[in-house]
């Protein structure tokens, strides 16, 4: 059992194919994994689904922007056939054709079990909106088998208790990020050195886990976390996304920034606390909100801008004023 638990505590920061260096244009090696927690596996599982990235129509005041259609070559040495290169389909804002920008990078949710489409492209442009008022570049890439990006979906989907059924999807994902920001420093666009990480759902979730020990970290300078989870909560006392934000929490001081929403079907209040307290009691570093104003549904607080810009704005501020120093 030992042996599992760690083994999973790699796949969540490990990309597959094996560690490559802190910098795109560098070769070091990483530390090594954190011992996982002593936490017992369970044996049966338990009926819930996948965290769902919220469909509902966003909202904004501001005139939604129109981004450019790109694909992003990566290394992929996980799917079958690797190593070879696969495009994966990406959405890209800028404030403007010329300058260089620090960057934003936008991670979707998961499909909900086939409640959304696999082949389903996220554009996130209210979002990028307000990301672009701030002077950031915004990329919204799909991951491998999501949207029209090649390659194959690794992200189980199925409703499970075992640990070890989410390592494959995180670990694709992990190498997803490596390839877009070693694309991403490549272009005069892109200022990699001033990386944002931001997600809905299972995007938030990868964020966090990317900061906390990805191949690049050391380019990350933030992430906003919106109602980040891998999967729904369901397994008691043996929650997955506790138990990894504890795992993470160990690995990175980065200050990030956490929403969340009460009346979320993914994750009761009770359960996001948990993921705070986990994450923060090991080392983390968390500036926490969890709103009650949602209409309907609270994994869908993405889609309000109206209430999560004053957090943000104040986090976006404390960035820029750290970086000034």
């Given at each position: 059992?030992?042996?599992?638990?760690?083994?999973?505590?790699?796949?969540?920061?490990?990309?597959?194919?094996?560690?490559?260096?802190?910098?795109?244009?560098?070769?070091?090696?990483?530390?090594?994994?954190?011992?996982?927690?002593?936490?017992?596996?369970?044996?049966?599982?338990?009926?819930?689904?996948?965290?769902?990235?919220?469909?509902?129509?966003?909202?904004?005041?501001?005139?939604?922007?129109?981004?450019?259609?790109?694909?992003?070559?990566?290394?992929?040495?996980?799917?079958?056939?690797?190593?070879?290169?696969?495009?994966?389909?990406?959405?890209?804002?800028?404030?403007?054709?010329?300058?260089?920008?620090?960057?934003?990078?936008?991670?979707?949710?998961?499909?909900?079990?086939?409640?959304?489409?696999?082949?389903?492209?996220?554009?996130?442009?209210?979002?990028?909106?307000?990301?672009?008022?701030?002077?950031?570049?915004?990329?919204?890439?799909?991951?491998?088998?999501?949207?029209?990006?090649?390659?194959?979906?690794?992200?189980?989907?199925?409703?499970?208790?075992?640990?070890?059924?989410?390592?494959?999807?995180?670990?694709?994902?992990?190498?997803?990020?490596?390839?877009?920001?070693?694309?991403?420093?490549?272009?005069?666009?892109?200022?990699?050195?001033?990386?944002?990480?931001?997600?809905?759902?299972?995007?938030?979730?990868?964020?966090?886990?990317?900061?906390?020990?990805?191949?690049?970290?050391?380019?990350?300078?933030?992430?906003?976390?919106f109602v980040g989870g891998w999967v729904f909560?369901?397994?008691?006392?043996?929650?997955?996304?506790?138990?990894?934000?504890?795992?993470?929490?160990?690995?990175?001081?980065?200050?990030?920034?956490?929403?969340?929403?009460?009346?979320?079907?993914?994750?009761?209040?009770?359960?996001?606390?948990?993921?705070?307290?986990?994450?923060?009691?090991?080392?983390?570093?968390?500036?926490?909100?969890?709103?009650?104003?949602?209409?309907?549904?609270?994994?869908?607080?993405?889609?309000?801008?109206?209430?999560?810009?004053?957090?943000?704005?104040?986090?976006?501020?404390?960035?820029?004023?750290?970086?000034?120093?």
């Amino acid at each position: 059992m030992w042996l599992v638990r760690l083994l999973i505590a790699i796949a969540l920061v490990i990309p597959l194919g094996g560690v490559r260096s802190g910098h795109p244009h560098r070769t070091a090696a990483m530390p090594a994994v954190a011992p996982a927690l002593d936490l017992p596996l369970p044996s049966t599982a338990s009926p819930f689904v996948t965290a769902v990235t919220g469909a509902s129509a966003q909202r904004s005041h501001a005139t939604p922007p129109e981004g450019e259609s790109t694909f992003i070559p990566i290394t992929s040495r996980g799917d079958p056939g690797a190593p070879r290169t696969l495009r994966l389909e990406a959405i890209l804002y800028r404030p403007n054709p010329t300058d260089t920008f620090p960057v934003v990078i936008f991670n979707h949710g998961s499909t909900g079990m086939g409640a959304i489409p696999t082949r389903r492209s996220y554009t996130y442009a209210v979002q990028a909106q307000y990301f672009l008022s701030r002077g950031y570049a915004v990329v919204v890439p799909m991951r491998k088998g999501r949207g029209q990006s090649e390659g194959t979906y690794a992200e189980s989907e199925e409703p499970s208790c075992d640990f070890a059924t989410w390592a494959p999807g995180i670990a694709s994902a992990m190498e997803d990020l490596d390839g877009i920001i070693e694309y991403l420093a490549q272009q005069p666009y892109a200022d990699v050195s001033r990386l944002l990480l931001a997600g809905q759902s299972r995007g938030g979730f990868l964020s966090v886990a990317y900061a906390a020990k990805g191949t690049y970290r050391s380019q990350v300078k933030g992430v906003i976390n919106f109602v980040g989870g891998w999967v729904f909560e369901g397994c008691r006392p043996n929650d997955f996304n506790r138990w990894s934000y504890g795992e993470l929490g160990k690995l990175t001081t980065l200050p990030m920034l956490w929403l969340y929403a009460e009346g979320d079907p993914s994750y009761s209040p009770n359960a996001i606390k948990s993921y705070v307290q986990a994450f923060t009691e090991s080392g983390g570093v968390v500036d926490f909100h969890l709103f009650r104003q949602v209409p309907e549904n609270g994994h869908r607080l993405l889609n309000y801008p109206d209430l999560w810009q004053a957090p943000v704005d104040k986090y976006l501020d404390a960035l820029a004023r750290g970086q000034r120093q």
